[in-house]
T-cell receptor, first 112, second 109 residues
Framework: DTEVTQTPKHLVMGMTTKKSLKCEQHMGHRAMYWYKQKAKKPPELMFV???????INESVPSRFSPECPNSSLLNLHLHALQPEDSALYLC???????????FGPGTRLTVL | GIQVEQSPPDLILQEGANSTLRCNFS?????LQWFHQNPWGQLINLFYIPSGTKQNGRLSATTVATERYSLLYISSSQTTDSGVYFCAVPPQGNTPLVFGKGTRLSVIA
């Protein structure tokens, strides 16, 4: 199984609601990532988990809160988002921090 | 920090044509990855290629680490090759990838 899955595929939320994005992989990878991608731009790293511990937070606002419940799952909790947070949110995993990265299909988020 | 430059930024090809995409990076790296992002947003890892040449069907890649560049060759292009091609490198050893701005490819039937 070389697949990274993400749910939901699409999400529309208001600025006062709370939602969560989910990511799952069963490749035994020990590094997992959240990226944000705006239109016509490359993916922008948000968070990195290595061995289920947060190892990198790229100065992301606290309205984004990552969580790694176990080695296969990665969540991104969203609260009080702004319209400019609308983007494609991508999850990825790799064997370790220098390994080949595999991406999920992404969640298209719209904040109204 | 490390700089990753891709060229050309945009490319339009007739179906069946060949093309070469380039990725230059400003510092030594221990791996380089090429990705294809299709029009629906899915990113597929094409190659993990720290050095040398690899082939996968109509695609091949060459990285010359000592000269800090990599090339992605697409032969006999098909409309399904359309999308954005990114190269990405880690700034240092065991650090996450830095992406180039991509090459946007359109293959026309």
């Amino acid at each position: 199984d070389t697949e990274v899955t993400q749910t939901p595929k699409h999400l529309v939320m208001g600025m006062t609601t709370k939602k969560s994005l989910k990511c799952e992989q069963h490749m035994g990878h020990r590094a997992m990532y959240w990226y944000k991608q705006k239109a016509k731009k490359p993916p922008e790293l948000m968070f990195v988990y290595s061995y289920e511990k947060l190892s990198i937070n790229e100065s992301v606002p606290s309205r984004f809160s990552p969580e790694c419940p176990n080695s296969s799952l990665l969540n991104l909790h969203l609260h009080a988002l702004q319209p400019e947070d609308s983007a494609l949110y991508l999850c990825a995993s790799s064997q370790d921090l220098s390994g080949k990265q595999f991406f999920g299909p992404g969640t298209r988020l719209t904040v109204l | 920090g490390i700089q990753v430059e891709q060229s050309p930024p945009d490319l339009i090809l007739q179906e069946g044509a060949n093309s070469t995409l380039r990725c230059n990076f400003s510092d030594s790296v221990n791996n380089l990855q090429w990705f294809h992002q299709n029009p629906w947003g899915q990113l597929i890892n094409l190659f993990y290629i720290p050095s040398g040449t690899k082939q996968n069907g109509r695609l091949s890649a060459t990285t010359v680490a000592t000269e800090r560049y990599s090339l992605l060759y697409i032969s006999s292009s098909q409309t399904t090759d359309s999308g954005v091609y990114f190269c990405a490198v880690p700034p240092q050893g065991n650090t996450p990838l830095v992406f180039g701005k991509g090459t946007r490819l359109s293959v026309i039937a």
